[in-house]
């Protein structure tokens, strides 16, 4: 009763007491984060269990020593509010408690991550943070959370700036740095003003493991991975150090061709994205684990000018995609959308890159770089000579260009 006494007086305090300079926390995600979350592949079928063997998983397998950190539990978690409105996790599934999860995924060297929603219920139909946000940042804190995903289902009546901005204060006034993952689905453009409020923004609905379809399930629909990339092509400028623009969890393993998860991953890195893997740990094929863990592709997008890379060009199915790299670099992307394989004869010489967002130019006239096809991992030759290859369908030639 007095540890319950000592809480209510904290959360009282945190409400009357809210800081007049409420902000996110600065100095995390200052790359796109990377991690592991629950939902794409479970769904609602999670427990503590799954979640211990995801962190072991990633500990052993390489993924943490590529760059992955956060193992996420998305939605249906949650159990019921005690009578004073504080959230528990249901106890069938996480018995040992939420907090001792956090430990356990601590203990491996990773970062731990929970969800919740900014309306009266999650997507899920489970107990959400409306009304709740500062009791519910306060034992995100007390249990070590990390990074918190939050959703935008069943909130009638609710503003999104005014319903971010109050979690991201309550995170704030806790006291402990969480990653805060805005998932609003770009309804209310979030790039235009999440930069202060979130570390991350989704920009669209779900995503669906597929290349290139559309899943209507009547009243919203999820999308593949060429649908996503077709949205909102304009929002490059939002994108940063800190903030980015997150076009979904990746499918990688979760039902494409070798072929498509590659490209998938490609150009996820080009668009600096976060990478929060979301298949099946304990199952990953050879393939699916050598495309999780490139470090030379995810070099791209954890690059630390924090640039967004574009779409370039396009011509006979063959998409060009560029970005920018410290120390002068850049990483250009061939994918090939057609069915068929396709042949790329393309003249470095005759294709001058001006990128008004970074105001960095590529002229091979002028500076001579050495190509690395990051894939094969193996260097190809220079930009003095036209780069020709054949592409698979669906699939990609990533290279990085060097001095």
Not at 34 to 42: C, D, L
Not at 109 to 130: D, W
Not at 230 to 245: F, Q, S
């Amino acid at each position: 009763m007095k540890r319950y006494s000592m809480f209510i007086t904290t959360v009282l305090m945190m409400a009357v007491l809210r800081p007049m300079h409420a902000q996110k926390f600065e100095g995390i995600a200052l790359t796109p984060p990377m991690g592991w979350n629950s939902w794409n592949k479970f769904a609602c079928d999670v427990n503590e269990g799954l979640i211990r063997i995801a962190a072991d998983v990633m500990d052993t397998s390489g993924m943490k020593d590529a760059g992955y950190q956060y193992i996420v539990i998305d939605d249906c978690w949650q159990g019921k509010r005690d009578s004073l409105g504080f959230i528990h996790p249901d106890p069938q599934r996480f018995p040992s408690g939420i907090k001792a999860l956090a430990d356990y995924v601590h203990s491996k060297g990773l970062k731990f991550g929970i969800y919740s929603c900014a309306g009266l219920q999650t997507c899920g139909g489970h107990p959400a943070s409306r009304g709740h946000e500062y009791q519910d940042a306060l034992m995100y804190a007390q249990w070590g959370v990390d990074y918190l995903k939050y959703d935008w289902c069943n909130t009638d009546g609710l503003n999104a700036v005014g319903a971010y901005t109050t979690m991201r204060d309550a995170l704030y006034a806790a006291g402990r740095p969480i990653v805060f993952s805005l998932c609003e689905w770009g309804n209310n453009e979030p790039w235009k003003w999440a930069k202060d409020v979130g570390h991350l923004w989704r920009t669209t609905g779900d995503i669906t493991a597929c290349f290139d379809c559309e899943q209507n399930h009547g009243t919203w629909s999820s999308w593949g991975v060429m649908k996503i990339v077709e949205m909102h092509p304009g929002i490059r400028v939002y994108a940063g150090t800190g903030h980015w623009n997150d076009p979904d969890m990746l499918e990688v393993g979760n039902g494409m061709s070798i072929n498509e998860d590659r490209a998938h991953f490609s150009l996820w890195c080009m668009l600096a994205a976060p990478l929060m893997s979301g298949n099946d740990l304990s199952a990953m094929s050879t393939w699916t684990k050598e495309i999780l863990t490139n470090t030379e592709v995810i070099a791209i997008d954890q690059d630390s000018l924090g640039v967004q890379g574009y779409r370039y060009d396009s011509k006979d199915s063959i998409e060009i995609w560029v970005k920018p790299l410290m120390k002068d670099g850049w990483a250009v992307c061939f994918l090939n959308r057609s069915m068929q394989k396709q042949k790329v004869d393309y003249d470095w010489s005759k294709n001058i890159i001006t990128d008004e967002l970074s105001k960095r130019t590529l002229n091979t006239n002028e500076t001579k770089y050495n190509i690395r096809n990051l894939w094969v991992k193996k260097y190809i030759g220079t930009t003095k000579k036209k780069l020709t290859a054949e592409i698979a369908s669906h699939d990609v030639l990533m290279v990085r260009l060097s001095k």
